[in-house]
């Protein structure tokens, strides 16, 4: 039975058109700003979010809106939960926030980014 999260292909001409998507290659450009926001003291991520709500309108309809809806979702909860890590850094609690929510960013880009490059949908599961 085929998966119904993928994007059928119908032979080399709509991988290569997959690829050269231009809300794909945006979608693309938002997780390596995602990334880079762990070197970059998070403004790259702000950037990134920023794109995604400019460029909504643009991806509604396409295969790559519900990675922008994933990017957007990373951005809020991962921006809560660092300002909750920073708030409680002076206890014991924030430090493991803080790794906590470190893990669980870098797990979301991973794997939005993966599941973009195999044309599926990030996960139906919020996690």
Same mark, same amino acid.
């Given at each position: 039975?085929?998966?119904?999260?993928?994007?059928?292909?119908?032979?080399?001409?709509?991988?290569?058109? #997959?690829?050269?998507?231009?809300? #794909?290659?945006?979608?693309?450009?938002?997780?390596?700003?995602?990334?880079?926001?762990?070197?970059?003291? /998070?403004?790259?991520?702000?950037?990134? +979010?920023?794109?995604?709500?400019?460029?909504?309108?643009? +991806? =509604? /309809?396409?295969?790559?809106?519900?990675?922008?809806?994933?990017?957007?979702?990373? *951005?809020?909860?991962?921006?809560?939960?660092?300002?909750?890590?920073?708030?409680?850094?002076?206890?014991?609690?924030?430090? *493991?926030? !803080?790794? &906590?929510?470190?893990?669980?960013?870098?797990? =979301?880009?991973?794997? &939005?980014?993966?599941? !973009?490059?195999?044309? =599926? =949908?990030?996960?139906?599961?919020? /996690?």
């Amino acid at each position: 039975m085929a998966d119904p999260e993928y994007i059928p292909a119908d032979a080399e001409a709509n991988e290569l058109a #997959r690829r050269s998507d231009p809300v #794909r290659n945006l979608a693309v450009a938002v997780y390596i700003l995602q990334g880079l926001s762990f070197f970059l003291g /998070g403004i790259t991520g702000l950037v990134g +979010v920023i794109i995604n709500y400019v460029k909504l309108d643009d +991806v =509604r /309809g396409t295969w790559v809106e519900s990675h922008f809806h994933w990017q957007i979702r990373t *951005f809020w909860i991962g921006l809560l939960w660092t300002v909750i890590g920073f708030v409680t850094l002076f206890l014991i609690i924030g430090w *493991f926030i !803080l790794l &906590g929510i470190s893990i669980w960013l870098i797990y =979301r880009i991973v794997k &939005g980014a993966l599941a !973009l490059n195999d044309a =599926r =949908r990030p996960s139906n599961v919020s /996690g």
